[in-house]
């Protein structure tokens, strides 16, 4: 096989399989703010000891997520090294800044959000979740910077020619605030967020399903629909400007994302199809110049289609970027429906009263990484044949030296891992979820409330 597309599946297993981690933190981080900080303004023992329990759980994800992250450092300089040499100085500069004002802020305050129970304030532990949530959203401001300057590069020179060239930075904050990183932040910490307000959700179903930890597991749930209904609206909003953002700078992708060839004709918006590649013709259930009306306003003006570009100059997989883009925008609207819906069940006082939406709420938990899913393979699928838009091909982005052997055996070997670590994670996951949150007697509360106010009576 290919070397460029073993190396590519390779990149795309490893990153799709970390990906599942890190929005679930900066998710779960926000419950975890809004639950502790509940409990300092109504001193309600329900959300210290929802707070106790969801700690345990991030703490898992962010072990396994650190822990999955590493090796994509690594395939950058083993399979991507001309890529390395290319963005070397841009890239660097997005993950140090990652390394010192984020993942050092998250993990620094960490060991206090774990073990600080009795130890310091309840402010002082408070603030340490916000830090901790905090850090997690400022890791993905630099994680989707430099994904972004490849998208819609900025700020930057060329320094070389042929295989010495590279891109320096000549404007920081140019290549920060590139054309695309600002849509595309707000998109992710939106769909980070759901991805955690669904977990909550689904945990806290199933326990009312087992009538297990009632009061614990609705006020978990009810905190997670409040977050889980605005921000599945709010990603309506994100993801129209994102899109108006590829409109302009990325064309080839939107073409692709809804299968528009001809230039010269409106462009539709489809519900559900299939793209025939070799024919140029798409099919399915659409809104007649729907694109059209969204890029420009006008259902009847002409869109730019895939026939504007060279064949080498556009993506080639335009059904699979189709399918991908049409699943994140379904799982959207379903994620919508549910949580208004929900919503609508509270207002009336009749929110736990179906059994049916609960058991929808426990398997709820797989939209937000579909979603999440689809949209990195639209987005990175929809780039090819570019690693860097309009500068460098995918295809002169491989290490000259890799072969395909060498790709095949470390894919294999990531799969293993990854495997016994999937397994592993489950296994924690569930038996911290049979356990449940340790619900204290009132007693016990006092007792800790009066160490956390005297830290000389935990010795």
Known sequence: MDVEILARVQFAFTIAFHYIYPPLSIGLGLIIVIAEGLFLKTGNPLYEQATRFWIKIFALIFGIGVATGIIMEFEFGTNWSTYSKYVGDIFGSALAAEGIFAFALES????????GWNRVSPRVHFISALMVFFGSLFSAVWIVVANSWQQTPAGFHIVGEGMNARAE???????????SSVDRLLH?????????????LSVSAWYIIKNKHLPIA???FKIALTVATIFSLLQLFTGHKSADGVSKYQPAKLAAAEGHFDSSAKADMYLIGYVNNKEEKTSGIKIPGGLSFLVTGNFNAPVKGLN????????????????????????GMMMIAMTLYASFLWWRNKLFEKKWLMILFVWSVLLPQIGNQSGWFTAEIGRQPWIVYGLLKTSDALSKAVTANQVIFSLILFTVVYIFLFALFLFLLNRKIQHGPVEYSNQELIGDAAKRDNPIMTH
């Open 169 to 179: 930075i000549t404007d920081f904050w140019a290549m920060v605030f590139n054309p």
């Open 188 to 200: 992710v910490w939106c769909a980070a967020v759901l991805s955690g307000a669904f977990f909550v």
């Open 108 to 115: 620094g305050f960490l060991g206090i959000l774990i073990f």
């Open 218 to 220: 609705r006020s978990s």
């Open 308 to 331: 504007a570009f060279k064949k080498d100059e556009r993506p080639s997989q335009v059904n699979t970027i189709f399918q991908f883009y049409h699943a994140m925008i379904i799982v």
